[in-house]
Every structure is written in C-alpha cells, then in structure tokens.
C-alpha cells in the first residue's frame, strides 16, 4: 500500500509514542536512513509516494516500536562529527566518550612517536578518531569479543588505517608483549545489579558491567598500569566512581591525577600519569 512521506511520519510517530523518548524526532530518523536521504529531502518531498508495505521498512518500524536501538537497524552511528558502522557485536558509541578523545589528544603532543594501546576496542571508534589526530602513532586495539573485533576491523578499514591500528584478541593486556606508552579504554564500569534503560538489553552485556561493584574492570587497568610500568593511562568511568578511583590509587605513586565531567557535568573519566620507581 502506497502513502505519502508525511501520513507515513505520522503513522510511525504514533508507532513509537510511548516507546522512546522523541516519537517524532525517531520516526523521521528512521525514515531519512530508510531512503537514504538528509533532513533536507526529508522536509521538502513530504508529498512523496512510498511503499509502506516494503519488508525493510516494516521490519524496522516493528524492532525500533520494541526498543532496538536505530543505530542497530541502520548500522550507522555518528561520533565525534564522523559516521562509523556499527551492529549488535559492539556497544553504541555514546556523545559522553568524545571528552576520552580529547583529553587523551590535551595529554601528548599531536607529533609523538608512540605505542597506544586502547583495552575495550569495541566499534574501534576512539582508536580511529586518535590514529586520525597522532599521525606518528601506533595503535594496538584489543578485545575479548570476536564479534566487537569484527566491527572495529570494518570501520578500521573504511578508514584506511589497517596498517597503523593492529587487532588483538585477549582479555584486558594480556596479548600485548609490547612496551606501552599510552593506555586508553572506555571499560565497562556499571554493577551488575543496576537497572537498565529497555534499550540496553540490546546491546553487548559484557561492554556493559564491569563486576558485581562495577568499577573491578578499572582496577584490574590500573595494577596493570604499574605492573606494566605504562607512563600515562586515559580511562572512562561512572560518574560516581571518582572517590573509588582516588581511594584504590593511594597505594601508588602518582604524579598528576585529572578527572574530566561529561556534557551534563558529572564526572565522566580521568587521566593518570604515574611514576614508577
């Protein structure tokens, strides 16, 4: 059955009311990724024919009305101004991570020749975006999920940067024998306990929770930081794990300790340069 552009806006408006937070807002989302089209098409071919009926397009309406994230159904994300691909295999790349690249970028100089390794690599998006600023670098990305690797391995090479950004499979450090100059991770950091928005059911639970306390994927980063004797070290958290962070860190020797806030102003990640004896 054919409609309209604009009776079919409304059709999915009123699909997704009650289910996400902008019905609207969603519904021409996902009908601009359904054409393939900008927000300027989007507004001026309102009076356009379409097939409601197109198997595509019902299938989504149908997940996105359950919750599925859009990125999931489009397998597109924006981040950092840049478009990434992405799937169930990965954790939605979040508007909060872009402060972990910046301050990583406000930590060296943009010409250093040096070894980041990044923990977590997920959809490979902080990896990318840092290769892209610190054209001396070398990156080694890893993860313990096949399936986040597979990800990151796609968006590596729709960037070009295969030769500069090496993947590995492993728990935490375990697969790197290398010298670190600079650890990077968005660990997972919430309790297991802690309710969860519907959505993230969707996504990969173990990017997600980081133990029963939530903050033991960040601790086990920062013995490895000392045990590894790595200079500097560039990590995301919950917002309320800042007293925990500064209470596990009185057994080492620190020289310099920053927190940084997110978007809303809570505090969001810190970066450690630590003195090694």
Same mark, same amino acid.
């Given at each position: 059955?054919?409609?309209?552009?604009?009776?079919? #806006?409304?059709?999915?408006?009123?699909?997704?009311?009650?289910?996400?937070?902008?019905?609207?807002?969603?519904?021409?989302?996902?009908?601009?990724?359904?054409?393939?089209?900008?927000?300027?098409?989007?507004?001026? #071919?309102? +009076?356009?024919? $379409?097939?409601?009926?197109?198997?595509?397009?019902?299938?989504?309406?149908?997940?996105?009305?359950?919750?599925?994230?859009?990125?999931?159904?489009?397998?597109?994300?924006?981040?950092?101004?840049?478009?990434?691909?992405?799937?169930?295999?990965?954790?939605?790349?979040?508007? +909060?991570?872009? #402060?972990?690249?910046?301050?990583?970028?406000?930590?060296?100089?943009?010409?250093?020749?040096?070894?980041?390794?990044?923990?977590?690599?997920?959809?490979?998006?902080?990896?990318?975006?840092?290769?892209?600023? $610190?054209?001396?670098?070398?990156?080694?990305?890893?993860?313990?999920?096949?399936?986040?690797?597979?990800?990151?391995?796609? %968006?590596?090479?729709?960037?070009?940067?295969?030769?500069?950004?090496?993947?590995?499979?492993? %728990?935490?450090?375990?697969?790197?024998?290398?010298?670190?100059?600079? $650890?990077?991770?968005?660990?997972?950091?919430?309790? #297991?306990?802690?309710?969860?928005?519907?959505?993230?059911?969707?996504?990969?639970? %173990?990017?997600?929770?980081?133990?029963?306390?939530?903050?033991?994927?960040?601790?086990?980063?920062?013995?490895?930081?000392?045990?590894?004797?790595?200079?500097?070290?560039?990590?995301?958290?919950?917002?309320?794990?800042?007293?925990?962070?500064?209470?596990?860190?009185?057994?080492?020797?620190?020289?310099?300790?920053?927190?940084?806030?997110?978007?809303?102003?809570?505090?969001?990640?810190?970066?450690?340069?630590?003195?090694?004896?």
């Amino acid at each position: 059955m054919s409609k309209r552009l604009k009776e079919l #806006h409304e059709e999915i408006t009123l699909r997704l009311n009650g289910v996400v937070e902008s019905p609207r807002r969603e519904a021409e989302l996902l009908l601009m990724a359904y054409l393939n089209k900008d927000q300027l098409y989007f507004i001026t #071919h309102q +009076e356009d024919v $379409l097939d409601e009926s197109d198997p595509r397009l019902v299938q989504w309406v149908e997940k996105r009305s359950a919750n599925v994230p859009l990125e999931y159904l489009t397998n597109r994300v924006s981040f950092y101004s840049r478009e990434f691909y992405i799937d169930e295999g990965a954790l939605i790349p979040r508007p +909060e991570t872009e #402060h972990l690249i910046d301050e990583v970028l406000g930590s060296v100089s943009l010409d250093d020749t040096m070894t980041v390794v990044e923990v977590g690599v997920g959809s490979g998006i902080i990896s990318i975006l840092l290769a892209l600023h $610190l054209p001396n670098a070398r990156f080694i990305a890893v993860d313990i999920s096949p399936r986040a690797l597979a990800v990151a391995r796609r %968006n590596i090479e729709m960037f070009g940067l295969s030769e500069r950004i090496e993947l590995r499979e492993g %728990n935490l450090l375990s697969p790197i024998i290398e010298k670190i100059d600079f $650890l990077v991770s968005n660990p997972p950091y919430i309790a #297991h306990d802690a309710p969860l928005e519907s959505n993230l059911s969707y996504e990969p639970q %173990n990017a997600l929770f980081g133990g029963e306390i939530g903050d033991e994927m960040i601790r086990a980063l920062l013995d490895e930081v000392y045990t590894r004797r790595i200079p500097s070290f560039a990590c995301e958290m919950g917002y309320d794990q800042r007293s925990k962070v500064q209470e596990y860190l009185k057994n080492f020797a620190v020289q310099s300790l920053d927190f940084y806030t997110d978007y809303a102003s809570f505090d969001r990640g810190f970066v450690l340069k630590a003195i090694h004896e």
